[in-house]
């Protein structure tokens, strides 16, 4: 009841945009909850080729707003940026519906399927981060508070927003690994990409209809205003230039001129222009200044998004070799137990500021309860929680060394990776958004996705080193053998366990050298 109250405490905007976030997840997560098992039996790739394709794919998604950021803030308009991107994102699903109904297996289909995945990860590039940012340009301060309490107030409505964000996007993409697995499985994998396509159009018609009501609150404002001097500035050139070829019509031009004060020096909008240039180099430059400065802790982050790279796909194939029957014909797919991600997020996020921060705040004797830092040190000790029973189902898995192991064993896994993206994910969005300067704040909400794209590379490239020291001379036996029998994923995630350990310990070292919030 407590977080239905503060959800409406949003505007209307902000809700709109989380329900548009939210379509968006479901299509994201239509597309990628199964990919792995698309690459594997229709591709035809190994298991470790298609874990590698994916992660490089996820990867490449979560570092183009790291690009696509500092020139949102720089030059361009987060409103028009979205539309743009939602087109670029609607055309690549449009082209992966076309190249799963082709039903080849061709070169040219590898081709057009990496084109297709890679126009996706352009427009989510643009998209994602944009919209995160405009949504929470939506909030406004209230007019009527002092001036001391409207900045609490401010703060407590972005916490909210974030918080609400999250569940929003965790509630599409359930819908997206609990739906779309059964009817790509049971259907076919031509309606499985065209539903996220259709589901698209229908979130970019939402936004357009939002218009009108939209905050375009931007700090581009005063560029605009100074284009629109230099605009003014060159008509009033051309008014000199017909005053010094007609000197009969001189006399109306200066008269014109002095009505319009902005024309009167040409000279003053050069600089304005000139100027403009400069504060954006300067922007450039602080922008650069900023990422220095949070790189150690986006740092540390990095073994959080390897870890994060699991379920979508490592987990299926685990998932794949276990007992999957309910009743006599039906399979469970795998990729459908990601839902248990998001249902735990779904059920349990109310419960942080019902019961959590209250519980907190009495040991703690903190107002706040925990602070952003201590909120993600948390969701990381969770995760190597995740991991470590990940290796020890995955033992008892093979040690049966049969098909008798049930997959629900595998809930408790991704349960614990659900209740730490309560912790760590939104307090990373919470954390790079406030670290960052307000003319930066797409910046700051590409800095959080970049870990998970840097983190999805890390994710591949330890791949490819397991895979080559863990080989024999001829190629196989390697952890990730496509024969569940013989591969020893449970190694692979103790490494993980341990790697992440290892992280939090630096993390909260830094923490306490920076003294972070």
Same mark, same amino acid.
């Given at each position: 009841?407590a977080?239905?109250?503060?959800?409406?405490?949003l505007?209307?905007?902000?809700v709109l945009l989380?329900?548009?976030?939210?379509?968006?997840?479901?299509?994201f997560?239509?597309?990628?909850?199964?990919?792995?098992?698309y690459?594997?039996?229709?591709?035809?790739?190994?298991?470790?080729?298609?874990a590698?394709t994916?992660?490089?794919?996820?990867?490449?998604?979560?570092?183009?707003?790291?690009?696509?950021a500092?020139?949102?803030d720089?030059?361009?308009?987060?409103?028009?940026?979205?539309l743009?991107?939602?087109?670029?994102?609607?055309?690549?699903?449009?082209?992966?519906?076309s190249?799963?109904? !082709?039903?080849? %297996?061709s070169?040219?289909?590898? +081709?057009s399927?990496?084109l @297709? *995945?890679?126009?996706?990860? /352009?427009?989510?590039?643009?998209?994602n981060?944009?919209?995160?940012?405009?949504?929470?340009?939506?909030?406004?301060m209230?007019d009527?508070?002092?001036?001391?309490?409207?900045?609490?107030?401010?703060?407590?409505?972005?916490?909210?927003f974030?918080?609400w964000?999250?569940?929003?996007v965790?509630?599409?993409?359930?819908?997206?690994?609990?739906?779309?697995?059964?009817?790509?499985?049971?259907?076919?994998?031509?309606?499985?990409?065209?539903?996220?396509?259709?589901?698209?159009?229908?979130?970019?018609?939402?936004?357009?209809c939002?218009?009108?009501?939209?905050?375009?609150?931007h700090v581009?404002?005063n560029?605009?205003?100074?284009?629109?001097?230099?605009?003014?500035?060159?008509?009033? !050139?051309?008014? %000199?230039?017909?005053r010094?070829? +007609?000197?009969?019509k001189s @006399? *109306?031009?200066e008269?014109? /001129?002095?009505?319009k004060?902005?024309?009167?020096?040409?000279?003053?909008?050069?600089?304005?222009?000139a100027?403009?240039?400069s504060?954006?180099s300067?922007?450039?430059?602080?922008?650069?200044?900023?990422?220095?400065?949070?790189?150690?802790i986006?740092?540390?982050?990095?073994?959080?998004?390897?870890?994060?790279?699991?379920?979508?796909t490592f987990?299926?194939?685990q998932?794949?070799?276990?007992?999957r029957?309910?009743?006599?014909?039906?399979?469970?797919?795998p990729?459908?137990?990601?839902?248990?991600?998001?249902?735990?997020?779904?059920?349990l996020?109310?419960?942080y500021?019902t019961?959590?921060?209250?519980?907190?705040?009495?040991?703690?004797r903190?107002?706040?309860?925990v602070?952003?830092?201590q909120?993600?040190?948390?969701?990381?000790?969770?995760?190597?929680?995740?991991?470590?029973f990940a290796?020890?189902?995955?033992?008892?898995?093979?040690?049966?060394?049969s098909?008798?192991?049930?997959?629900?064993?595998?809930?408790?896994?991704y349960?614990?990776?659900?209740i730490?993206?309560?912790?760590?994910?939104?307090?990373?969005?919470?954390?790079f958004y406030?670290?960052v300067?307000?003319?930066?704040?797409t910046?700051?909400?590409?800095?959080?996705?970049?870990?998970?794209?840097v983190?999805?590379?890390?994710?591949a490239?330890?791949?490819?080193?397991?895979?080559y020291?863990?080989?024999?001379k001829d190629?196989?036996?390697?952890?990730?053998?496509?024969?569940?029998?013989?591969?020893?994923?449970?190694?692979?995630?103790?490494l993980?366990a341990?790697?992440s350990?290892?992280?939090?310990?630096v993390?909260?070292?830094?923490?306490?050298i920076?003294?972070t919030?």
């Amino acid at each position: 009841m407590a977080g239905h109250k503060r959800f409406r405490a949003l505007n209307k905007p902000c809700v709109l945009l989380i329900a548009i976030a939210g379509i968006e997840r479901f299509v994201f997560k239509g597309v990628g909850s199964n990919l792995v098992i698309y690459l594997t039996d229709v591709m035809e790739m190994s298991s470790s080729s298609a874990a590698r394709t994916v992660n490089s794919w996820t990867g490449f998604t979560s570092m183009v707003p790291l690009l696509v950021a500092p020139l949102v803030d720089s030059y361009w308009n987060r409103y028009f940026t979205i539309l743009a991107s939602s087109f670029i994102y609607l055309i690549g699903l449009l082209a992966l519906t076309s190249t799963a109904l !082709s039903k080849s %297996k061709s070169s040219s289909t590898s +081709s057009s399927l990496y084109l @297709s *995945l890679y126009l996706i990860s /352009l427009g989510i590039g643009g998209y994602n981060p944009s919209l995160q940012a405009f949504g929470a340009d939506q909030i406004e301060m209230d007019d009527e508070m002092p001036t001391t309490t409207k900045g609490d107030k401010d703060s407590d409505k972005k916490s909210m927003f974030f918080q609400w964000w999250y569940f929003g996007v965790c509630s599409g993409a359930l819908l997206g690994v609990s739906i779309m697995p059964n009817i790509q499985d049971s259907v076919g994998w031509g309606l499985g990409f065209a539903m996220p396509a259709m589901a698209m159009v229908v979130s970019m018609i939402m936004f357009s209809c939002g218009s009108p009501f939209y905050s375009y609150s931007h700090v581009h404002s005063n560029d605009e205003k100074c284009w629109e001097r230099v605009i003014q500035a060159v008509k009033c !050139s051309v008014a %000199k230039f017909v005053r010094c070829k +007609s000197d009969e019509k001189s @006399s *109306l031009v200066e008269l014109e /001129l002095e009505d319009k004060p902005f024309c009167s020096k040409v000279e003053n909008e050069t600089e304005c222009l000139a100027d403009q240039k400069s504060n954006r180099s300067n922007n450039l430059l602080n922008i650069a200044k900023v990422v220095i400065k949070l790189l150690p802790i986006w740092t540390t982050l990095l073994m959080f998004a390897v870890i994060f790279q699991q379920p979508a796909t490592f987990f299926i194939k685990q998932g794949l070799s276990m007992k999957r029957n309910i009743g006599d014909s039906y399979k469970i797919p795998p990729a459908t137990l990601q839902s248990a991600i998001t249902i735990s997020i779904i059920l349990l996020m109310p419960f942080y500021d019902t019961i959590f921060i209250p519980f907190t705040r009495l040991i703690l004797r903190n107002e706040n309860g925990v602070t952003t830092m201590q909120r993600i040190g948390i969701g990381m000790f969770l995760s190597v929680i995740a991991m470590i029973f990940a290796a020890t189902v995955e033992m008892k898995r093979l040690e049966l060394n049969s098909e008798t192991l049930s997959i629900f064993w595998l809930l408790p896994q991704y349960i614990l990776l659900g209740i730490s993206d309560i912790f760590t994910v939104v307090g990373m969005q919470e954390f790079f958004y406030s670290e960052v300067p307000e003319g930066m704040r797409t910046m700051g909400i590409a800095l959080y996705t970049s870990v998970f794209g840097v983190g999805s590379f890390l994710s591949a490239f330890m791949v490819y080193l397991v895979e080559y020291f863990t080989s024999s001379k001829d190629g196989k036996g390697n952890w990730f053998s496509d024969d569940m029998k013989e591969a020893r994923l449970d190694k692979y995630y103790w490494l993980l366990a341990g790697a992440s350990s290892l992280s939090l310990v630096v993390f909260a070292i830094l923490c306490k050298i920076q003294k972070t919030r």
